[in-house]
Nanobody
Framework: QVQLVESGGGLVQAGGSLKLSCAAS????????NDWYRQVPGKQREFVAA???????AYAASVQGRFIISRDNAKNTVYLQMNNLKPEDTAVYYC?????????WGQGTQVTVSS
């Protein structure tokens, strides 16, 4: 089992920055992929960024060049640095961890960007 806990969300003005963290515990050694997704009420959860062992990080077109995903294996933590935030980035952000068997999800953290 793997447990994921997000933190770092909050309220920020447009153009500002936030850094989200996703702390993992449990059988973290089995995780070979971590993603960040986001969701607004009434819409499907959408992909934001992914970090995959041995591969270049991937980003949604809407955040490319503004967001950076990284992983600190020593701390079992995945980060999402969000720069030049826009009101349309407002959402609940979720992290996930995937191993060969399943995907685990955190509880989410709210990010609100005011104009």
């Amino acid at each position: 089992q793997v447990q994921l806990v997000e933190s770092g969300g909050g309220l920020v003005q447009a153009g500002g920055s936030l850094k989200l963290s996703c702390a993992a515990s449990g059988s973290t050694f089995s995780i070979n992929r971590n993603d960040w997704y986001r969701q607004v009420p009434g819409k499907q959860r959408e992909f934001v960024a992914a970090v995959i062992s041995g591969r270049t990080p991937a980003y949604a077109a809407s955040v490319q060049g503004r967001f950076i995903i990284s992983r600190d294996n020593a701390k079992n933590t995945v980060y999402l640095q969000m720069n030049n935030l826009k009101p349309e980035d407002t959402a609940v952000y979720y992290c996930s961890g995937t191993n060969q068997y399943r995907t685990y999800w955190g509880q989410g953290t709210q990010v609100t960007v005011s104009s």
